[in-house]
């Protein structure tokens, strides 16, 4: 096959907070790169995961959920969004198969891309064929979607024929990244996601949304990773929290965190963890940006 036959193209992932961007995009990719939980907005940044095939090359950039941002934070969350949509060729607009709630500016700001959008109506294990069908309906009574796809991005349903549908949308080019290649972010980046990803997991209510992680140093040393990182908090009382009685929600926290980081770089890993307190960090522009947002 010649070189002018090789397709290639950015994807933009959006949709609401927990509609299953990430799952999609790590099932897609066959890693897990993008952090995933129960909770909303865990997603802050675009995240690019690259899928490679022989004549293919797909950038997906999985975003931050769609909300009507209340902090700086969450506006910094916004922009990633809206620059993925930017950078794109086509999005894939994802909702749950028991969505009923679609605010009408949500499609006023897909025409306005004037992009390919392919709509995926994930979580289809949980709703009955009626319910997805109608939906299926119902979304494309109020947007041109090019093409509607259903998966199970959780089970691994429906994923080679959105594969199909998305190479199908691409335009011919050649790959902009090796072939090898399944992002572009450093390792340090993916380990302060993955200890984000356990404050979510163990903290309840506001303090996983007050709460970032900063990779101080990250060292390959011979026998093992060294890294050493500070969770950041809102408010000084959240230090206590994140601590625990004796010490030992914060050694739950270290011990969690450095399992997955062992299983993401396939190495023994030393994982030194802190906490600081940088009072309304959130609400700060200038800090928001110097923690990476
Ligand atoms: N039953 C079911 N659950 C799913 C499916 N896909 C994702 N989930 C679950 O939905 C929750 C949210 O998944 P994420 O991938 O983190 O969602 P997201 O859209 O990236 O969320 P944000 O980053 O917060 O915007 C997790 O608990 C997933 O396990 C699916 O196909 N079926
Ligand atoms: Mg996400």
């Known amino acids: 096959m010649s070189d002018t036959q090789h397709k290639s193209g950015y994807i933009a992932i959006v949709g609401k907070p927990n509609a299953g961007k990430s799952t999609l995009m790590n099932k897609i990719l066959g890693t897990k790169l993008s952090i995933t939980t129960h909770k909303a907005q865990t997603t802050r940044h675009q995240i690019v995961g690259i899928h490679s095939e022989e004549n293919a090359q797909v950038i997906f950039l999985d975003t931050p959920g769609i909300i009507n941002p209340k902090y700086e934070l969450q506006k910094a969350m916004m922009r990633f969004v809206e620059k ?104 340090r980046f993916f380990a302060s996601e993955l200890i984000r990803e356990q404050l979510f997991l163990q903290f309840h209510e506001e303090l996983p949304y007050s709460a970032t992680v900063e990779v101080i140093q990250y060292e390959e040393r011979e026998d093992l990773d060294y890294i050493n990182a500070e969770v950041i908090v809102n408010r000084k009382s959240q230090k206590g929290m994140i601590i625990g009685k004796g010490g030992r929600a914060i050694k739950k926290l270290g011990t969690e965190a450095r399992k997955s980081i062992e299983e993401f770089v396939d190495r023994k890993v030393f994982l030194d963890l802190h906490v600081k307190v940088r009072e309304k960090w959130r609400d700060n522009p200038n800090m928001v940006r110097n923690f990476g947002y």
Do not use: C, R, W
């Not at 691994?156 to 972010?185: A, Q, R």
């Open 84 to 187: 993925a949509e930017k950078d794109a060729d086509a999005i894939l607009f994802i909702v749950e198969a028991d969505e009923n709630n679609i605010p009408d500016y949500a499609f006023n700001q897909l025409k306005n891309l004037q992009k390919p959008v392919l709509l995926v109506i994930n979580k289809i294990d949980s709703e009955s064929q009626d319910t997805v069908e109608k939906l299926k309906k119902d979304l494309n009574d109020k947007f041109k979607f090019l093409e509607t796809v259903f998966v199970s991005a959780l089970e691994g349903v429906g994923i080679d024929g959105l594969m199909k549908v998305i190479i199908d949308t691409l335009k011919p080019g050649p790959p902009f990244y090796p072939k090898d290649e399944l992002s572009e972010h450093p390792v």
